[in-house]
Nanobody, 126 residues
Framework: VQLQASGGGLVQAGGSLRLSCAAS????????VAWFRQAPGKEREFVAG?????????YYTDSVKGRFTVTRDVAQKTVYLQMNSLKPEDTAVYYC???????????????????WGQGTQVTVSS
């Protein structure tokens, strides 16, 4: 599956953005779809994800719980990351990723994913 991420931008602290991850080539059925982010000088980290598309189980890293929400549009083959109450520490390049071979214990590991979208920059100013 090919992924296309979009929706990044510059926003003030407290603001909101919605990122999109669109699939082409096939649907997300049978895949786990996740959002990662990478800040300058830091490792890529898991942000949120839908574990096993058909089951639709949602997971979030602790730092975004209550602020970020993952949703999906099955017909449009798109996954969204709604980001509210943004903080300067959310500044990073955000990536969407998908894989059919993720198990729960490896949900947050970038190496578990073999399909990646191009990154989209999110900058939160203080």
């Amino acid at each position: 599956v090919q992924l296309q991420a979009s929706g990044g931008g510059l926003v003030q602290a407290g603001g909101s953005l919605r990122l999109s991850c669109a699939a082409s080539g096939r649907t997300f059925s049978g895949y786990t779809v996740a959002w990662f982010r990478q800040a300058p000088g830091k490792e890529r980290e898991f942000v949120a994800g839908i574990f096993r598309w058909n089951a639709g189980r949602l997971y979030y890293t602790d730092s975004v719980k209550g602020r970020f929400t993952v949703t999906r549009d099955v017909a449009q083959k798109t996954v969204y990351l709604q980001m509210n109450s943004l903080k300067p520490e959310d500044t990073a390049v955000y990536y969407c990723a998908a894989s059919s071979r993720v198990i729960l214990s490896t949900l947050g590991s970038p190496s578990s994913y073999d399909n990646w979208g191009q990154g989209t920059q999110v900058t939160v100013s203080s």
